[in-house]
């Protein structure tokens, strides 16, 4: 699942509605519009997309500097609703916020979007201490790993997916108690040794994040 190289103001803005749609309805309706047809955006879906530089307060269609990538930006919104839907599908969420984060990263992650992974988990990481920490500093690692692959960085990709895996394979199996972190190495091993290999990049397909009910 290759994402497109977009512009860093245009990567944001689709990020920020992409994690927030996972429980805000607004930014759901929001992503939901940007994948139809040009028509005035509900109320709070408009004010989300302005408030993140999509459209103009009250338009109806993409700014100029983004029309040129309408295409890419349709096909990783409905990617992004499908992870919100997916995310709602799961039920009750946690309340610990380094739960709820990775549960969040596994629906964003399930869908390629690796960057939306680094931001969910990333505003956990800086809080926490200790085992927990460094497992979320694995996973993020492992994402963003994915993320450079997607983007033509195999050696970013081969140094992160190493670290992050070192990292994860060092912690308890239970440091992070909804990621079941020995299927996600087990499942990256093969990733590894691809891109430790010689020869030209490989073509990789991201493994699923499975996580513990």
């Given at each position: 699942m290759a994402t497109p190289g977009f512009p860093l103001p245009l990567r944001n803005a689709l990020a920020t509605l992409a994690c927030e749609a996972l429980e805000?309805?607004?930014?759901?309706?929001?992503?939901?519009?940007?994948?139809?047809?040009?028509v005035e955006p509900p109320p709070g879906?408009?004010?989300?997309?302005?408030?993140?530089?999509?459209?103009?307060?009250g338009g109806t269609t993409l700014l100029d500097v983004h029309a040129s990538w309408e295409t890419a930006i349709r096909a990783?919104?409905?990617?992004?609703?499908?992870?919100?839907?997916?995310?709602?599908a799961r039920g009750a969420w946690p309340e610990d916020a380094a739960d709820r984060a990775v549960v969040q990263a596994g629906a964003l992650w399930n869908e390629g979007l690796f960057f939306e992974v680094h931001e969910v988990l990333e505003a956990v990481w800086q809080?926490?201490?200790?085992?927990?920490?460094?497992?979320?500093?694995?996973?993020?690692?492992?994402?963003?790993?994915?993320?450079?692959?997607?983007?033509?960085?195999?050696?970013?990709?081969?140094?992160?997916?190493?670290?992050?895996?070192?990292?994860?394979?060092?912690?308890?199996?239970?440091a992070l108690s909804l990621l079941d972190a020995r299927a996600l190495l087990a499942d990256t091993d093969a990733a590894e040794a691809a891109l430790a290999a010689s020869g030209p990049p490989p073509s990789l397909a991201p493994p699923m994040l499975v996580l513990r009910a």
């Open positions: 805000s309805d607004d930014d759901r309706a929001a992503l939901a519009w940007l994948t139809g047809p040009a879906a408009g004010a989300r997309l302005a408030a993140v530089h999509l459209i103009d307060t990783h919104a409905m990617r992004a609703l499908r992870a919100a839907t997916a995310y709602r809080r926490e201490t200790g085992d927990r920490r460094q497992a979320l500093q694995g996973l993020i690692q492992v994402a963003v790993a994915f993320h450079h692959l997607a983007h033509g960085n195999p050696r970013g990709a081969r140094t992160l997916l190493r670290e992050g895996r070192a990292r994860l394979a060092a912690m308890p199996a239970d």
